[in-house]
């Protein structure tokens, strides 16, 4: 597709099961990162890939939560054990160029989470 | 620590008048600044930017105003149009970092009054 591709776009979860959350970047598209938005506040960085190379990860707020980008290209966000405070909105992004600034990132429509 | 921060929750304008949203920053090593826009749920879509070089962006009825002296910065549209109904979020990157490591503010809901 044109834009970024994220699913499920909607996932209840009962507390202490895990989810992957997957996310399909813009085609060659090199950057790739995953946000985390809760109600009510903007999205907060989570992680940032160049290719397949992990960069950043000082986002993450636990153990619980990873992230990988084996092939460079598909993205997948896994949270552990979930708890009610991981409910939010993951939001997933990709941009052509790495690191240089004037760069547009674009975003998918974000996975909705909900523990119970 | 709040590093952007928009402190008008919402704004209200009339069709057809100007309306400013207003950004505020703390980091002194952000360089770069953005503008998204968001709709019920869809994610940020990229509206404008500018470059700590530049005090100005203009691109269509969106203007960006950087005052880095105050750390603010704002967004005019003109006119306004019930379509720029939306969230709108206020973003920094620093430098050597480019845009991959962006942080938002709270935003700032629209409703343009027709």
């Known amino acids: 597709g044109?834009?970024?591709?994220?699913?499920?776009?909607?996932?209840?979860?009962?507390?202490?099961?895990?989810?992957?959350?997957?996310?399909?970047?813009?085609?060659?598209?090199?950057?790739?990162?995953?946000?985390?938005?809760?109600?009510g506040?903007?999205?907060?960085?989570?992680?940032?890939?160049?290719?397949?190379?992990?960069?950043?990860?000082s986002g993450l707020p636990s153990d619980r939560f990873f992230a990988?980008?084996?092939e460079g290209s598909v993205s997948t966000l896994k949270i552990q054990r979930t708890q009610q405070e991981d409910s939010a909105v993951y939001l997933c992004a990709s941009s052509p160029l790495t690191g240089s600034s004037?760069?547009?990132?674009?975003?998918?429509?974000?996975?909705?989470?909900?523990?119970? | 620590d709040q590093q952007v921060k928009q402190n008008s929750p919402s704004l209200s304008v009339q069709e057809g008048r100007i309306?400013?949203?207003?950004?505020?920053?703390?980091?002194?090593?952000?360089?770069?600044?953005?503008w998204y826009k968001k709709y019920p749920a869809e994610g940020p879509t990229f509206l404008i930017s500018i470059s700590s070089i530049k005090d100005k962006n203009e691109d269509?009825?969106?203007?960006?105003?950087?005052?880095?002296?105050?750390?603010?910065?704002?967004?005019?549209i003109v006119p306004s149009q019930p379509g720029d109904s939306a969230v709108y979020f206020c973003a920094a990157?620093?430098?050597?970092?480019?845009?991959?490591?962006?942080?938002?503010?709270?935003?700032?809901?629209?409703t343009i009054i027709p």
């Open chain 1, 68 to 70: 990988e980008r084996p």
């Open chain 1, 2 to 39: 044109a834009g970024v591709s994220q699913s499920p776009r909607y996932k209840v979860a009962k507390r202490g099961q895990d989810v992957a959350l997957r996310c399909d970047p813009i085609s060659g598209h090199v950057s790739l990162f995953w946000y985390q938005q809760a109600l």
């Open chain 2, 19 to 34: 309306s400013i949203l207003n950004c505020d920053y703390t980091n002194s090593m952000f360089d770069y600044f953005l």
């Open chain 2, 60 to 76: 269509g009825r969106f203007t960006v105003f950087l005052n880095k002296s105050a750390k603010h910065l704002s967004l005019h």
């Open chain 2, 93 to 110: 990157s620093p430098i050597n970092f480019g845009n991959e490591k962006l942080t938002f503010g709270t935003g700032t809901r629209l």
């Open chain 1, 41 to 57: 506040q903007g999205p907060e960085f989570l992680t940032y890939f160049q290719n397949e190379a992990q960069l950043d990860k």
């Open chain 1, 102 to 116: 004037g760069n547009t990132i674009y975003f998918g429509e974000g996975s909705w989470l909900t523990v119970v």
